[in-house]
């Protein structure tokens, strides 16, 4: 898959405003813009959580080659 360039965006933009109407298309895109959003916290949060319990299994590691 390439990237999309002007030209595909406006008919992608005219195919949806053609489908769904000018009334219909603020509510779709803030739609879309919560559930970008919740994707992107959900995400992080499954990042930091890795990052935390690798964190804790490297020092529980360390502990235990010292004892």
Known sequence: MGNLGFG???LIGIAL????????LPEL???LGK???EFKKASRELTDSVKDDTAESTKDEKNEKKS
């Open 29 to 31: 895109g803030k739609a």
């Open 8 to 10: 595909e965006l406006l």
């Open 35 to 37: 559930g970008l959003h």
């Open 17 to 24: 405003l053609l489908l769904f109407g000018p009334s219909k």
